[in-house]
């Protein structure tokens, strides 16, 4: 396999790419918007997805493209656009996409968004992957950390999640880019699906804390679809990290 450009490569999930790339002997270029010095077998450029400025030179000469990067759904669309006509421009044989599992069933905005991205890889004219994934550990971590603030801790009635360890995802990433376009890939998800509440509940235990749950109805189309699993992929439940083995790394034995 020749270079592999990653972008999002400072991200939860990038970081894991580039980790095991390089690991695998890979020649690893690694995108990012600020200048950084060393990267232990990794070359860094600098560029920015949303105005196009240094995609041209972070694309040349690459073979493959891991795309992990998000503006969070306000411009990923645009990102995504300019990284697909960068790599046409140079030759890339390969842009593997990575997406979330429910995008088509989900219809909230930042889904919808990673939807539409989905769409211009499809219709790029390279050879592509999209891998969808359920949410990784590290998200409802953040979610959670935000919600400990408050004063009571919201809790969408009816939601379940599949959470999934963001280092089994970059496995099959990497397993995926060596094997060049495959349109649509199995999807990955995390181990069993719970219930929101039980995972909040498992936290809240974790980190010592006391918060009283409150049940809070995710109205219209999107709660339906919420409240209907369409977030989950319990036929591709194949991820063995637990919620609960995260939360003994972050919070040891409090």
Known sequence: MGTVLVTGATGVLGREVVRLLVARGVAVRGLSRRVRS????????????????????????????????????RKDVAAVRTLV?????????HLLYVSIVGVDRVPIPYYRAKLACER???????????????QFHDLLLRIFDVSARLPVFPVPGGARVQPVDVREVAARVAELVGEGPAGYAPEVGGPRVRPYRELAEAYLRASGRRRVLLPVRVPGASG?????????????AVGRGSFEEVLAERFGDR
Do not use: K
């Open 120 to 134: 211009v890889v499809r219709e790029s004219g390279l050879g592509w992957t999209v891998l969808r994934a359920t």
């Open 38 to 73: 060393g990267g232990e077998g990794v070359e860094w450029v600098v560029g920015d997805l949303v105005t196009g400025e240094g995609i041209a030179g972070a694309v040349a000469g690459v073979e493959a493209v891991v795309d992990c990067a998000t503006t969070v759904g």
């Open 85 to 93: 006509a960068e790599a046409g421009r140079a030759g890339v044989r």
């Open 224 to 236: 339906r679809a919420l409240r209907a699993g369409g977030n989950l992929a319990p036929e591709r």
